[in-house]
């Protein structure tokens, strides 16, 4: 797939923009705070309908205006499609496809798959599990969009769980009612464990190909899922042993007042020779590592869609050395690329690259 077109109102520090772009590689060249990520965030607000900054929503709408208005046009399946998302201050978004507004996010994920790489990508290794939580969750929504679906009734389920485990303080008689959440979190609960453990197998499995071929044959990725005490193994009673922990931990979660037995406190633990990579690893090795999981992504969304995702790239220069950053760039010439650059920066020629120099906010025409 391929994005044509981005046309922006009152997006962070654009106040309009329209533009259209190389169905190969895009590059941004800017100094510094002109809007290069800015942009590289509206592709990904398209497609995921939030940022992939840590950010509250109105942040995003340029300061002193009341709403943001971002359209993209690609191309599908050999199809045009348009995905726009409006932000406003004083009301909740809205989001459409090809012009039919969206009623569920999960009718969106999906449709323009991207894979992102910026430096703040290496949290995936270094902070806490809800980075490795986050990663495996969008890649999967983007390819099942029935595990989206999954997750945000688990994650309902979820939050009334925690209201009652505060309010049994005051009303102990309350406590009868919590096996009724906890039979639900484990039926959702189970599924999300299955569906993760799947897929972080073929992730792995990819990834560690790629990161022997990047270190030279000397580093060996694996890695676990690592969830509450469930036994993983015997898939068929999963939701019966997921069921079976929380009953254990029953007093334990009355007493912290918050659930926390299941797949929102699981975790993805990486090792390169058999060694925590979050514990052990160089930050050059865990820059490599999240390289070779981004690019085990990317080839996940070709074997289930058979179509390449957009690539997304910010600052990668400063990231990887010269070697990593060419293997990188042998490895997407089949993608659409958008790459932001500082001025100094070269990137390597993939043939059909277009440069937009981006200025405050604006791509003057050269
Ligand atoms: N809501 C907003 N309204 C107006 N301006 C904003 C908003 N949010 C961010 N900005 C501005 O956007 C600019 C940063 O843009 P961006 O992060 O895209 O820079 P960049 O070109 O990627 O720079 P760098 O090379 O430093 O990474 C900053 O000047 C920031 O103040
Ligand atoms: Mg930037």
């Not at 995936?124 to 490795?132: N, S, V, Y």
């Not at 999300?192 to 197998?201: C, H």
């Not at 993805?268 to 690019?295: A, E, M």
Request: charged share 30%; glycine share 4%; proline share 2%.
């Amino acid at each position: 797939m391929y994005i044509k077109n981005i046309s922006l109102k009152n997006f962070r520090n654009y106040s309009s923009l329209n533009v259209s772009f190389s169905r190969n590689m895009n590059v941004f060249i800017g100094a510094n705070a002109q809007g290069k990520t800015n942009l590289l965030e509206s592709i990904f607000l398209c497609a995921m309908g939030k940022s992939f900054k840590y950010v509250s929503e109105k942040e995003i709408i340029k300061i002193g205006e009341k709403f943001s208005d971002v359209r993209i046009s690609y191309v599908s399946e050999g199809r045009d499609m348009e995905n726009r998302v409006c932000l406003f201050t004083d009301k909740k978004k809205v989001v459409w496809v090809n012009d039919v507004p969206l009623h569920k996010l999960s009718e969106l994920i999906g449709k323009l798959t991207v894979v992102i790489f910026t430096p703040e990508e290496l949290s995936l290794i270094k902070d806490g599990p809800f980075a490795r939580r986050r990663f495996l969750d969008m890649l999967i929504s983007q390819v099942r969009p029935k595990y989206m679906r999954i997750l945000s009734d688990y994650n309902k389920v979820l939050e009334r769980k925690n209201k009652l485990l505060k309010d049994i303080v005051l009303k102990p008689e309350l406590k009868e009612t919590i096996s009724i959440w906890n039979s639900q979190l484990a039926e959702y609960g189970a599924e999300i464990i299955k569906y993760r453990m799947d897929f972080i197998k073929n992730v792995l499995s990819k990834a560690e190909k790629i990161h022997l071929e990047i270190s030279g044959n000397t580093e060996k990725l694996t890695g676990k899922y690592k969830t509450a005490d469930v036994n993983l193994k015997d898939r068929e009673n999963l939701r019966e042993n997921l069921i079976k922990i929380l009953e254990e931990n029953e007093e334990r979660e009355i007493l912290l007042r918050q659930a926390v037995i299941g797949p929102h406190r699981d975790d993805v633990i990486f090792y390169l020779n058999d060694k925590n990579v979050k514990i052990f690893g160089s930050q050059g090795q865990q820059r490599t590592v999240v390289l070779s999981l981004k690019l085990a992504q990317k080839e996940i969304f070709f074997s289930e869609t058979g179509e390449n995702p957009i690539l997304l790239l910010d600052d990668i220069t400063g990231e990887l050395d010269i070697s990593r950053r060419e293997y990188l760039f042998s490895k997407i010439k089949d993608s659409q690329v958008f790459i932001t650059c500082t001025d100094s920066d070269r990137t390597p020629e993939k043939g059909g690259e277009k440069y937009f120099r981006i200025v405050n906010g604006n791509i003057p025409e050269r």
